[in-house]
Each structure stands twice: as C-alpha cells, then as structure tokens.
C-alpha cells in the first residue's frame, strides 16, 4: 500500500477484521464504537442484513454494464422520490469527485459560461478539475489550477474569516462573494458550488439565512447553485438534505458517501431543463464505466429503503441532539474544548490552547487522544484539533453517549498529560 493512506486508518495502526451496526471488531478481537464511519460513508452502518441480501442476490444475477436493469430502475424510482423538489433527473457515478466534475459541466453546458466560484474551507475531492475549488491547503503543491476557478470566505462563525461577529455581521460573508465576483471573476460564472455545512473543514454549521443569500447571488448572476451533498445528504444532518434546513432547493445536487453504505456510487441531480443541455446530454457525454452498474444499484437501492425504512434520518435528529447536549457538558467540564457544534450526525468539537485566541492544541495532543480513544474502544477523528464526528446514522442513542463517554474519559487522560485541562 503506497504512502497517502487517510489518517484515521494510518494512525490507528490496527487491522480491522468485522463490522457490524455501528461497531468495528479489529483482527485481535478488540471493538469500537464507530464515530467515523468510513468518513460519513457507513450511512447504514457494517454489514446490515438487507444490504447484505441484497447485494449477495445481485451479485449472483448481473454485475456490470449500463444497460437498464430493474435493480437500477427501483432505485431512481425512490431516489427520485426524494430528491429535492425538481431534481428528479439523475445521472450516476462511482466517486464525489467524479460527480462533482459532473455537476460542473453540467452547469458549463447549461449556462454556455465558464467560471465557477466555491469557498474557504471547502472540500469537494482529490481530481484535477476539483483541486482549485478546495479551500484549504491541501491543494499547496498541487497547483496550476483550472483557470476561471474562484473562492470566497465561508460562514465559519467560531473563526470568522472577516473577523465579524454573528448576527451583527448580517451575514457580511455572503454578501462578500459579490465583490469577488465583481472584482476578481471575469463575470462568466456558471455555477456556485457550496456544501450546506462544511465537513472536512471540520463540520462547519453556517448560521440559517447564508445558504439562502448565497443562492441569490447565484441567481442575480445567472449562475447555478450546486449544493455539493456528499457529506451532508441522506439524513445526515438530521434532514434527508442539508440543504433544506435553510429551505434552499439547489439546481443541482451532487451526492455520494451515505448513498450506497459503502458502496462506490455517486449521483448529480438537476431539473429535466438544465440535464437536457447540450453537450452533457449527448450519448455517452455525462456517463461512465461503472455508473448505476447493477451492483452499484443494488446497494444504493437497499440503502435507501434502510434510512427510509428505518426511519434513520429522524434517528440522526434525535441521537445527534442528544450528542449535542453531552459535548455540551463537555465544554463545561473542559477548557480546551472551546466549541461544540452539530447538526444532526455530523458533530464537531474545537480543542484549543486557549478559549479567547482560539489557537488549536499541538499535533501531539491530538495523536495522544487518539491512541488513548482507541485504547478505550472508540474510533473517531480525534488526531486533529477540530474534531469531526458522524457515527452510522444506524447508532443507538445508547451506543452513541457511551461513544462520548469514552471520549470524555480519553481527554480527561490525556489533557492532564500535556498540561492543559
Ligand atoms: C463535500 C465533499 N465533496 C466531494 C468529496 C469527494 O468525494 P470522493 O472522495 O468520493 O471523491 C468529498 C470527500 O470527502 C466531500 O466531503
């Protein structure tokens, strides 16, 4: 395995034999409780028995090829179902890069313009035609990027960019992306891509009303807005989208991770008008290899009837308020946790030396806490000061606090240890 693995499995140094609901069992025999899961991929958490029936019979019938198949017309059937009002036009692919790349040419051929403006903080994959819409430095090292490709400061109200405070700011952020389009674009935009709440930025919550005045200066510009759902869709925030909990319906939808639990699937959703462009939607143009393949299908079908059936966006509601209200507590015990945040399953936790400057404990505090969670039985993004959690959304509420008690017992170890408290 060449260097560049994710760090949560690089760190943990532990080979994992089994999964089951939202538990991990390594090759030792050890269990942990799962508060990654797969980085918001296990939305159905491991190996669930009508995910597994279900793939073991489509694997045993037809694997590969797009041509129509009953398992792939079931699932758009009920993706369709769901899909925010409109977008019941889909199209299929195995990554979110691949999709997110998808959702830009769409919005080229739709629009006839070219340039596209992300943000600060987002993340939206590793391919070479996502790269300059990545807002941190990752991307230090990897450029030239695209050109025509933009970026303005994201609601991130613990660290505001424009160094403003919440609500007496008006939400200046969202209004900031006009200058940049009016001074550093060269007024040709085609779409706005932004995720509802940012999750490798560390689960990042915008205040209510920025993703509303984002999509209207994507609308006063004639630009699309493409809500990249890859984190945030399929109940992980608590609603099916996250996008509605700021009752935006975006033009476009880019989504994958909880989609197929596990499985390499991918979708863009859009309105029949804008997925009819030319040349997205010559044959062969918006397609690929693996897209909607039969097995794909298989699992984004069983997927979807486990969150549906099983009520799982209403769990993720539920049991992430009650994760809230424990870090919570959390905060009081602890002061170098300065913030906690959530919505639904998709939490996140500031570790800082100091509440008033907000400067992030040292890297050896962090891979000390994950080494001592792991110890305890818990897996979760802890090697980095701002903590990200999203358990399956299959997690019991139960599960899920002894989950945080674990993790509080971990920082009561370890911030002794490197004096802070
Ligand atoms: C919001 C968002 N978009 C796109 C991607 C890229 O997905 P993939 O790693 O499947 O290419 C990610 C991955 O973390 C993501 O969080």
């Known amino acids: 395995m060449a260097a560049g693995l994710q760090s949560f499995a690089l760190q943990a140094g532990r080979a994992m034999a089994r999964g089951t609901g939202s538990t991990l069992i390594d090759e030792d025999g050890n269990t942990y409780i799962d508060f990654i899961a797969g980085i918001a991929v296990g939305s159905i958490g491991h190996c669930h028995p009508h995910y597994v029936e279900s793939l073991k019979r489509q694997v045993e019938r037809l694997t590969f090829g797009s041509f129509s198949t009953e398992v792939r017309a079931r699932f758009l059937e009920l993706l369709g179902s769901i899909t925010p009002e409109g977008l019941g036009r889909i199209q299929l692919f195995s990554g979110g890069a691949e999709a997110v790349e998808a959702a830009l ?40 990027f695209l050109p ?39 007024g040709d935009i085609a779409a706005i891509i932004v995720e509802p709440m940012q999750g490798t ?77 030319k040349p997205w939607s010559n044959p062969s143009a918006s397609s690929s290899s693996y897209g909607g393949n039969p097995l794909a299908a298989a699992a984004g079908l069983a997927s979807l009837e486990i969150i549906l059936g099983e009520n799982l966006v209403k769990n993720s509601a539920r049991v992430g308020a009650a994760m809230l209200a424990r870090l919570e507590t959390m905060k009081e015990r602890f002061r170098t946790v300065g913030e906690v945040r959530g919505r639904g399953l998709m939490l996140g936790i500031e570790l800082v030396r100091d509440r008033v400057t907000k400067q992030p404990v040292a890297k050896d505090v962090t891979q000390d806490l994950y080494q001592e969670c792991l110890r305890r039985g818990l897996v979760s993004m802890t090697y980095s000061p701002t903590i990200r959690i999203n358990p399956p959304l299959v997690i019991s509420e139960e599960t899920a606090l002894e989950g945080l008690g674990l993790l509080e017992e971990s920082l009561a170890a370890v911030l002794p240890r490197h004096g802070l408290d």
């Open 201 to 277: 930025a560390g689960n990042v919550i915008p205040p209510e009303g920025f993703l509303r005045a984002i999509q209207s200066v994507a609308r006063d510009h004639g630009a699309l807005l493409i809500c990249d759902e890859m984190i945030t869709g399929f109940g992980r925030t608590g609603l099916m989208w996250g996008a509605e909990h700021d009752g935006v319906v975006p033009d476009v939808v880019t989504m994958g991770k909880g989609m197929g639990g596990g499985f390499p699937i991918s979708g863009v959703a859009s309105t029949d008008a804008l997925t009819s462009a």
């Open 148 to 186: 025509g490709q933009y970026l303005s400061p994201y609601a991130d109200c613990y660290r505001c960019p424009l160094k403003l405070r919440y609500p007496d700011c008006g939400i200046a952020c969202a209004e900031y992306v006009r200058d940049v389009i009016k001074f550093q674009t060269g």
């Open 105 to 144: 040419r769409l919005a080229k051929a739709a629009t006839k313009k070219r340039e596209v403006l992300g943000f600060w903080g987002g993340f939206h994959g590793k391919t070479g035609g996502v790269l300059g819409l990545l807002g941190s430095d990752f991307k230090h090292q990897l450029g030239p």
